[in-house]
């Protein structure tokens, strides 16, 4: 079912002044920036081996991103595990009584299908699934 650590997401507070961070310090390649309208956040994505590092800014206060900075702080917000099949992923922890934020897969950065385990039933880890093209997977390619 998992195949891999696809990404960990970071909330900040602003991409444009963590970004350097990560490019110019880190020296981490930067993928490129892309608006989740649905999600009501700006996502920077940068390569890390064979994962990512995904940085999330709050474009509205009413985003999943701008609650969690008003009650935790920036910093980590996620890990993401790709799946093959999100949809039979969450199925799967739905039957294992695995309290779920996503009953059905809903589309994510990338266009990727994503879905999430809620923290009460992941020791305190918010846990995404994500089905992610094999053409990705292969290729590494960004936004």
Do not use: W
Not at 9 to 17: D, M, N, P, W
Not at 46 to 71: C, D, H, V, W
Not at 88 to 94: I, M, Y
Request: hydrophobic share 40%; charged share 25%; proline share 6%.
């Amino acid at each position: 079912m998992i195949k891999k650590l696809s990404h960990i997401g970071i909330a900040v507070r602003s991409l444009s002044e963590q970004i350097p961070y990560y490019r110019d310090f880190l020296g981490l390649p930067y993928l490129g920036e892309e608006t989740v309208e649905e999600q009501k956040v700006r996502v920077a994505l940068f390569q890390l081996g064979e994962s990512r590092i995904e940085l999330l800014e709050a474009t509205s206060p009413e985003s999943p991103i701008a609650k969690f900075i008003e009650t935790k702080g920036p910093g980590l917000h996620h890990i993401a595990l790709n799946v093959d099949d999100c949809a039979a992923a969450l199925k799967k922890a739905a039957e294992e009584h695995i309290r779920l934020i996503d009953q059905t897969p809903r589309i994510g950065a990338e266009g990727f299908k994503i879905g999430f385990l809620h923290p009460k039933s992941s020791f305190g880890v918010l846990t995404e699934f994500i089905e992610e093209p094999e053409i990705h997977n292969e290729k590494g390619q960004g936004i």
